[in-house]
């Protein structure tokens, strides 16, 4: 965590911490060099295979942007990629907030990756669990302001990654839907999942919306407060930026430790019951009935197509 406090930045080992201001440490030189430095890739964008990431070094915002064709699907190796550049992000002095979109016009992300849940080893699913872990509690544990500029379809873990910024903006377009759909693929959002949604939509909503596995249309989205905010699509990352720097308005501190407060306990939760939830994970994915029903999506989704 890093707070910035009468000038000083401060970190903690983690992101947000309600241990709050007395075990934080200051940042020195050498922890900030152990990763690479901001100075490598400064103002200029930092390109990985999946998503390029650029920083403004003006107004301290990053753009993270998608690009993993077909349609943003979170793989292994995304979220890894992903929680990489978090972290350098975080890390970064200069860095004070971060928009995550898509390069594809109609997709900001598939969700996770079918293809790594099914047909594979005990093995290979608790590693892609624990990138699944780890891209969620970088996000929905950032202190930087996260801004989700949602310019496309955003099922599942597309939602969730939406769900775990600060605030929402959608593209309005009605073709263009948002959900936690788990249950239509016979399969069950985790507890940290439901929490995320539960904290932004309440109780009722989310209930309903998890049982049913329910897609929301933009303007759906916007009326159960799933989004914040509709913009047009060609406006959609000009907005993103004018909403960031109303947030960055507030001073650094005072919004860390308050969105600390706010998040802590839905992310000391998975914290506590990690290795659990990741063996819940890799027992419920290999069943035979649930492989079955991952088989049929896959196939259903290609025959989509034709
Ligand atoms: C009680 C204990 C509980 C423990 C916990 C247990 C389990 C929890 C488990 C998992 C939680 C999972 C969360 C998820 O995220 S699951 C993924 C859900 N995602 C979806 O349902 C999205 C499916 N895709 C779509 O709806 C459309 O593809 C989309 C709207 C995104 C795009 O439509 P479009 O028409 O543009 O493109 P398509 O032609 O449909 O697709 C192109 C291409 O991409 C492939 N594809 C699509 N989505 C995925 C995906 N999620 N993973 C992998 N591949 C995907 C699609 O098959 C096409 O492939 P191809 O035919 O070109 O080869």
Redesign the pocket.
Known sequence: MAVLLNGLRLVSSGNLSLHGIKSLQYKSTRILCQLPCKSSYQGRPFSNKNMTVELDNNTGVAVIQMKKP??N??SLEFLTEFAINMEKLEMDRECRGVVLTSSNP??FS??????E?YGKTPEHSGEFWRAVQEMWLKLYGSNMVTIAAING?S????C?MALACDYRIMADNPKY?IGL??T??G????FW?KDSMINVIGRRATEHSLQLGLMYSASNALKIGLVDQLVAQDKIMTHALSVMSEWLAIPDHARQITKSMMRKPTLDRLLTNRES?IQ??VN??SKDSIQKSLQL??EM??Q??S
Request: proline share 8%.
């Open positions: 077909p349609v699907s979170l109609k997709i598939a969700g996770l990756d079918i293809n849940m379809s099922p599942a873990g597309g969730l839907a759909n788990e239509k693929l399969i069950v959002a985790p999942f939830d819940n994970f419920f994915i999506y896959l989704l290609k989509r197509k």
